[in-house]
């Protein structure tokens, strides 16, 4: 497909404005239509007995199909990440009390980031992928805490490590393994890749 055609009808199925964010910086054009799915119930089944990446990538093949049956023909993307502590999950803090206790449990430890991503048209599913990042928090101090929930206010408690990477919140960390778009929440290449055989970026 020539970059003088146009791409077909392109749909993100998340509210994430870090997802929304990084497909708008690689120059696509596409709308945010948010999958209607309870993510807490198909993560509550899973959690006994599933790999917390397969759980990553079922919500992400969950989210693309609910938005795909709603909108013939266009390609619908959609993305979930699960924080893995290796014996557990954790979900988004939501207040200033669950921010500080999850930075509590997460400092000085490894933990994991199982990004997903999911491409459906219609009710085919078409494409999935998973990565993973492993990240190092030192040993934080409650002071430093504080400080770093005084200065990120709100904001921080939609994201599901109580941190943003991208900001003052990668001063909490000695080692990080794994792609810049796998930690933000969407394996960004490997999705552009996709995209490309589906005419649904131009060239």
């Known amino acids: 497909m020539s970059g003088a055609m146009m791409a077909r009808r392109l749909i993100l199925a998340s509210g994430s404005a870090a997802r929304r964010q990084m497909l708008a910086n690689a120059g696509l054009v596409f709308d945010v239509v948010p ?3 309870d993510e807490d119930a198909v993560r509550d089944v899973m959690m006994e007995a599933a790999p917390h990446q397969q759980i990553a990538v079922v919500l992400a093949e969950t ?3 609910s938005a795909a049956a709603a909108h013939s023909g266009a390609i619908v993307v959609g993305s979930d990440q699960i ?3 290796g014996e557990r999950i954790l979900s ?6 669950g921010a500080r ?3 509590r449990m997460l400092r000085g430890r490894t933990h994991w980031l199982h990004s997903a991503v999911a491409v459906a048209v ?6 999935r992928t998973v990565e993973t990042a492993t990240l190092t928090m030192r040993d934080v ?9 005084d200065a990120a206010g709100q904001s921080i408690f939609g994201c599901v490590g109580a941190y943003q990477i991208e900001g003052a919140g990668i001063r909490f960390f000695e080692r990080v393994v794994g792609d810049h778009f796998t930690i933000m929440g969407m394996p960004l290449l490997p999705l552009l890749g996709q995209l490309r055989r589906m005419d649904g970026v131009p060239a």
Do not use: H, M, N, Q
Request: proline residues 3%.
């Open 83 to 85: 924080l893995s502590t």
């Open 122 to 127: 219609d009710d085919d599913l078409v494409w």
């Open 141 to 149: 101090r409650d002071e430093e805490i504080e400080r770093y929930l």
């Open 35 to 37: 999958a209607d799915i």
């Open 92 to 97: 988004k803090p939501g207040s200033r009390e």
């Open 101 to 103: 206790e999850t930075l």
């Open 63 to 65: 989210k693309a199909l």
